[in-house]
């Protein structure tokens, strides 16, 4: 699976080291030292994925992600933060700006590239994926829209990854450890407990539009979507 991928990173030599890697696994790299830089790329080569470094030059990683959600043309890019971050508020951080996975230094090019191929893999079944609905839910990947009751429901980058499993997969109860593999990725660093954060997010998102009780907690199991609430 080759893809186009970018590196932004202010540092040359971690650049260099994560070229080698990921041209030794086929891919086509292209890098920048700056986030302008790194836009000036994309303005001129359709990109699959994106390494994200935390501190950048200007500005900081987080805010280049922030800043590709916004913008339809990228909002699902899958991104992977690179940091030496570890603290759980930093990663939660990253992932709530946009990114699908984090990555700490140092970390191996084999870890590097299961990340890779694992979001790769992922993103190419986003996209394909037509419109969806399950009971008052109408699920737009590609337009990364959701809407209740014909309404459209704002939410984070997170939130949306969250809610488009659940729909795909009603039903059917996921625990924390389940959720963290399909929605975050297999192999990253994050606490169950954060799940739990998002899912109370994605409530308070459906709140407004949804009174019927469709996310459901299942008490010593997990959580999971139902497509008939009540019955």
């Given at each position: 699976?080759?893809?186009?991928?970018?590196?932004v990173e202010d540092e040359k030599s971690i650049r260099d080291m994560l070229r080698m890697a990921l041209e030794k696994d086929g891919h086509?790299?292209?890098?920048?030292?700056?986030?302008?830089?790194?836009?000036?790329?994309?303005?001129?080569?359709?990109?699959?994925?994106?390494?994200?470094?935390?501190?950048?030059?200007?500005?900081?990683?987080?805010?280049?992600?922030?800043?590709?959600?916004?913008?339809?043309?990228?909002?699902?890019?899958?991104?992977?933060?690179?940091?030496?971050?570890?603290?759980?508020?930093?990663?939660?951080?990253?992932?709530?700006?946009?990114?699908?996975?984090?990555?700490?230094?140092?970390?191996?090019?084999?870890?590097?590239?299961?990340?890779?191929?694992?979001?790769?893999?992922r993103s190419q079944d986003f996209q394909i994926d037509s419109i969806i609905t399950l009971g008052p839910l109408e699920l737009d990947s590609?337009?990364?829209?959701?809407?209740?009751?014909?309404?459209?429901?704002?939410?984070?980058?997170?939130?949306?990854?969250?809610?488009?499993?659940?729909?795909?997969?009603?039903?059917?109860?996921?625990?924390?450890?389940?959720?963290?593999?399909?929605?975050?990725?297999?192999?990253?660093?994050?606490e169950d407990r954060t799940v739990d954060v998002h899912i109370l997010r994605l409530r308070k998102c459906l709140k407004p539009f949804l009174?019927?009780?469709?996310?459901?907690?299942?008490?010593?199991?997990?959580?999971?979507?139902?497509?008939?609430?009540?019955?």
């Amino acid at each position: 699976m080759s893809a186009n991928i970018l590196i932004v990173e202010d540092e040359k030599s971690i650049r260099d080291m994560l070229r080698m890697a990921l041209e030794k696994d086929g891919h086509i790299v292209h890098d920048a030292g700056t986030a302008g830089i790194a836009r000036s790329l994309m303005s001129s080569v359709s990109m699959h994925l994106a390494l994200v470094d935390w501190m950048l030059p200007g500005g900081s990683g987080l805010e280049f992600v922030r800043s590709l959600r916004k913008d339809p043309h990228y909002r699902n890019l899958p991104v992977i933060m690179v940091t030496a971050k570890t603290e759980e508020h930093d990663i939660t951080a990253g992932l709530d700006a946009g990114a699908d996975d984090y990555i700490t230094k140092p970390f191996s090019p084999r870890e590097l590239q299961s990340r890779i191929k694992a979001l790769l893999r992922r993103s190419q079944d986003f996209q394909i994926d037509s419109i969806i609905t399950l009971g008052p839910l109408e699920l737009d990947s590609s337009g990364h829209r959701l809407k209740a009751h014909g309404s459209k429901v704002p939410m984070g980058h997170t939130e949306f990854k969250l809610i488009s499993f659940l729909i795909k997969n009603p039903d059917r109860v996921y625990s924390r450890g389940q959720l963290l593999d399909h929605v975050w990725g297999s192999g990253t660093f994050i606490e169950d407990r954060t799940v739990d954060v998002h899912i109370l997010r994605l409530r308070k998102c459906l709140k407004p539009f949804l009174a019927d009780g469709m996310l459901e907690t299942v008490r010593g199991a997990g959580y999971r979507l139902v497509s008939n609430p009540g019955s």
